[in-house]
């Protein structure tokens, strides 16, 4: 387990949980992430504005069969170490590791 | 900039774990979702990759091949339509089963090379069922593994 470190920018509870569904996923899809952690286009725009600026989360766009443009986010592996740390200090803080 | 509203403004260490662990959940829900039609597809490119071994020089060649673009093909149109693309051997401990998958197919691809070279091609049929059946029951044993692995917050 990484040494716990608490991390200010994921530990707001919309972007801690776009890293935990990011840390599981290679990629996810800007409007499946929204949809999981129910909030607006404009509020997780600024979410993931702010892991970007972070250096947490790379962002890219790419066609659909349909034709579409659809952005996918990436957790880069700053954002990945972070994230971990920042658990492993909730759980030391919760008391469970 | 200004902070985006927050879905729990206040929530203690125990809390936000628990919002990992959902979220994580939600991952793997859509991983999960219609993935008997992706074993099912999965499981047949499997099987033709195995059994195409049989198959003379060039069209062995073009089974593991045209097998191979069909994965990678499987592979992106599944992830447009969950909405999330997990790479099989991205998750610490379900990449293992993926791992073993890719060693059985090595296995009997070899062993159905060796039926084409053999003469004895009819071996080429229950191998690929072989495969096919293999390659059902390691994707929901990956499933599996995965789904444990993301209850998993620490």
Known sequence: MKAPVFDAVIHAPGRLQICALLSEASNAEFAMVRDAIGVSDSVMSKHVKQLEDAGYVTVSKAAAASGRQRTWLKLTAAGKTAFQRHVAELTRLAGIG | MTEPQQTAPHQSPAEALDSIRRSRAAVADRVAKNSKTYDLIYSSIAAVMVAGQAAPFPFNVM??????????????????????????????????????????????????????????????????????LLAGVGSRLWLRVFRAETRDVA
Do not use: D, N, Y
């Open chain 2, 63 to 132: 089974a593991s091949t045209g097998a191979c673009v069909a994965f990678v093909f499987l592979a992106r149109r599944w992830a447009q339509k969950t909405g999330v693309f997990v790479s099989g051997v991205t998750p610490k401990r379900a990449r293992w089963v993926a791992f073993a998958m890719g060693a059985v197919f090595v296995v009997l691809m070899l062993a159905s090379l060796w039926s084409g070279r053999a003469h004895r091609e009819w071996l080429a049929i229950p191998l690929g069922v072989v495969a096919f």
